[in-house]
């Protein structure tokens, strides 16, 4: 396998990994990078022992620039995975919420954004629309985060764009269940 070969895998990889991310669920996404890191990873450390020299050299570098991005990833996953699905799956997203009806009560409009957790204690994210981009105060501040339009204390508001954010609940707290805990 030639260097051009080698480092067209690792875009490959690395682009699969990229996928997972967006498309798979927020578990299962982790799950998937992983395992495609640990499969490249063998594959590279293989190969790396199949050559000599110089070869071997390139190969062992290539492998140590390959596992510092899928370190880099699961260290940063929730940032990277909203940003991910954002560039790939922001239109759908947008479209579906601009087309709901405006809510009766001071809420802002929403979608379910992700979800993950186990045995009935789930976990959600949900994209949220602010026209007047009010949240943009409550992004980055430290949890419980309270802001006009969400009804309830949330853990974090990430900006996506202007307007748009990704606002994420309390363990198995969700939008439209009444009450919050």
């Excluded at 690792?10 to 799950?31: N, V």
């Excluded at 596992?67 to 880099?72: R, T």
């Excluded at 006009?148 to 939008?175: K, M, N, Q």
Aim: aromatic share 10%.
């Amino acid at each position: 396998m030639s260097n051009w070969r080698l480092a067209t895998c690792l875009i490959a990889s690395l682009l699969l990994t990229a996928l997972s991310l967006a498309f798979a669920e927020s578990d299962l996404g982790a799950l998937l990078c992983i395992g495609v890191a640990l499969y490249t990873a063998t594959v590279l450390l293989v190969r790396a022992f199949s050559k000599k020299g110089k070869q071997r050299v390139v190969v062992l570098a290539a492998l140590v620039v390959y596992l510092f991005v899928p370190a880099l990833v699961l260290t940063n996953y929730t940032l990277v995975r909203d940003r991910v699905r954002w560039s790939l799956l922001s239109a759908r997203y947008k479209a579906g919420v601009l087309a709901q009806t405006a809510p009766a009560n001071d809420e802002l409009k929403h979608t379910e954004w992700d979800i993950w957790g186990f045995a009935g204690m789930d976990t959600t994210v949900f994209l949220v629309l602010d026209p007047t981009d009010s949240l943009a105060s409550a992004s980055g501040a430290l949890p419980p985060v309270k802001a006009r339009g969400l009804p309830c204390d949330v853990v974090r508001v990430r900006r996506l764009e202007r307007e748009w954010y990704a606002v994420l609940f309390y363990t198995d707290t969700y939008w439209g269940q009444g009450t919050c805990k």
